[in-house]
Nanobody, 120 residues
Framework: QVQLVESGGGLVQAGGSLRLSCAAS????????MVWYRQAPGKQRELVAG???????NYADSVKGRFTFSRDNAKNAVYLQMNSLKPEDTAVYYC??????????????WGQGTQVTVSP
């Protein structure tokens, strides 16, 4: 069984910064993709940033230049440094990972989410 645990959310004023962390644990051969999503009230979940199956790192246009995605392979962890936060960044942020469990066996897993609230 694999697990993702997020941390680092909170309340911050506009223009402030937060750093989210997501750590993977459990039994798996590799992590093929690891991505941050967010979901604001009344809106669909959207991709924020992360690395995908082809190894590239992608960002949503709305966060480019403000958010920085990074990874620590030794710790099976990813991070999201969020600077110049805006009220529209308010959402629950979720970590998603595609684990390779074995030959031809994969698990698409989600963390429990962490709330980010940006006040005007």
């Amino acid at each position: 069984q694999v697990q993702l645990v997020e941390s680092g959310g909170g309340l911050v004023q506009a223009g402030g910064s937060l750093r989210l962390s997501c750590a993977a644990s459990g039994s798996f051969l590799s992590i093929n993709a690891m991505v941050w999503y967010r979901q604001a009230p009344g809106k669909q979940r959207e991709l924020v940033a992360g690395f995908t199956r082809d190894g590239s790192t992608n960002y949503a246009d709305s966060v480019k230049g403000r958010f920085t995605f990074s990874r620590d392979n030794a710790k099976n962890a990813v991070y999201l440094q969020m600077n110049s936060l805006k009220p529209e960044d308010t959402a629950v942020y979720y970590c998603n990972a595609l684990f390779r469990l074995g030959i031809g066996t994969y698990s698409d897993s989600w963390g429990q989410g962490t709330q980010v609230t940006v006040s005007p």
